[in-house]
């Protein structure tokens, strides 16, 4: 490994870290990822008519988060990736999951019997993840580092997108991209920068907390950070199925279809994260971490299931975090998912974090987003890229992109594929997929002996 990388850790995957820093970096991790964990069940509860339960449903999703976040770091009996692969709700699940509650719905279903029918569906699709990572050795061709980095990177883009609506103040904000939320946001973004680019450990590894807390102050200072009421009880104990358990394989085909195409994005994240974390990305001891990653989704969503929180996946922008921090110790992740069940049991916590401005958070995750992207980069180009490599990676970007960008392309299709293949992760990276698989492997040319001209004299 070239000097320069091994430069960029200052803690290693397998290195002890004293409980202090270990403490602050999983602060980190946990303010990059809070709020992605909470919107889908926000939205998802808003839509279908679920409000009277909804601080149960965040603090479910909280605490199933920092158990799969656990199972991931701790990796017992070959579960786990053994690395900081953050568990967290994921939204590729949204569409098809709100179609699904607006099916028990119609048939005159109460909120209980969606959440039910919704549960029960999630766990037995969370089995998908657990029987595809048997097959990781057989299925290493669809997971080339083409394929895995096209994957990442469009995983990254989409992450920015997010980011640049916080920065401007919120989804539907009133002064959406005034000049004091554009402000907050590169204050926070200023302050992270020329935290991490310190030579001192300790500023480093509180970069993204103490970038945060300034671009909280300066909001508090200049009026545009609003105390909002904390709803909800202090304490939370989760119960198993608690709104009863259904099934229905009408609902379950689609998700199911979603649960095993969201494994080509696990695959990508657990790539980037072993790159950062100083890993090799090929060989045997790669495919032992995917396999242990993908079955530790698996029972992550099945955990998520019992416990009335939606499907887990590996959140992206904690690989940013990593290489933000230096900080690659699985250790963290035990803090981590300490932390995330601290907030599920304890909901007014994960309240006063909600208080964070939207400015100051689009521009702390800006860059961990962007780190992402380049992580893909990365991953692309560990080998040349040749004419076939080049022609992958422009249609499925393009493809991708360009659905993502005009959702309404699918619209003449049924409703479950423009749910599936509207977002840019799924659509463009099922062509790379496709396209790896069928396009054939140029063959190095062979080498031609040159024939020398006979000089005659």
Known sequence: MPESNEKELLYGLEERIAPAPAFFTAVQHVLASVVGIITPPLIIGSLLGLTAYLPYLISMS????????????????????????????SFAFLGVILS??????????????????????????????????????????????????????????????????????????????????????ALTLLVIVILNRTSLRSLRL?????????????????????????????????RPFRFGFNYDWTIFVPIALVSFISILEAV?????????????????????????GILADGVSCMIAAMFSAFPNTTFAQNNGVIQMTGVASRRVGLYIGGL????????VIGGVLQQIPAPVLGGATLVMFGSVVAAG?????????????????????????????????????????????????????????????????????????????????
Do not use: Y
């Open 377 to 457: 980069i990365r991953i692309m180009t560990q080998m040349p890229l040749g004419r076939r490599e080049m022609l992958i990676v422009a249609i499925s970007f393009g493809i991708g992109l360009g659905v993502e960008a005009v959702p309404e392309v699918l619209k003449q299709f049924p409703q479950i594929i423009g749910n599936i293949f509207g977002h840019a992760v799924t659509s463009g990276g099922v062509i790379a997929m496709l396209l790896n698989f069928l396009m054939p492997v140029e063959q190095p040319e062979k080498a031609v002996e040159a024939v020398k001209p006979i000089k005659v004299n």
């Open 100 to 185: 699904g509650g607006f099916l028990v719905k119609s048939r005159g279903g109460s909120p209980e019997d969606i959440m039910a029918m919704i549960f029960g569906v999630n766990f037995v699709a969370a089995f998908i993840p657990l029987i595809v990572s048997r097959f990781i050795s057989q299925l290493r061709r669809a997971f080339t580092p083409l394929v895995t980095g096209t994957v990442i990177v469009l995983i990254g883009i989409s992450l920015i997108k997010v980011s640049i609506t916080d920065w401007g103040g919120g989804h539907g904000a009133a002064d959406f991209g005034a000049p004091a939320n554009l402000g907050l946001g």
């Open 206 to 238: 509180s970069a993204i907390v103490v970038g945060i807390a300034v671009g909280c102050l300066a909001a508090a200072l200049t009026g545009h950070l609003t105390f909002k009421p904390l709803q909800g009880s202090w304490f939370e104990l989760p």
């Open 268 to 292: 990508g994240d657990l790539t980037a994260n072993c790159m950062l974390s100083q890993q090799p990305i090929e060989g045997e001891s790669f495919r032992k971490r995917l396999k242990g």
């Open 62 to 89: 909280l605490l199933a988060s920092g158990i799969g976040t656990f199972i991931q770091a701790r990796r017992f009996m070959g579960v786990g990736a053994g690395m900081i692969c953050l568990q967290g709700t």
């Open 340 to 347: 995330l069940a601290v907030l599920g049991l304890f909901p």
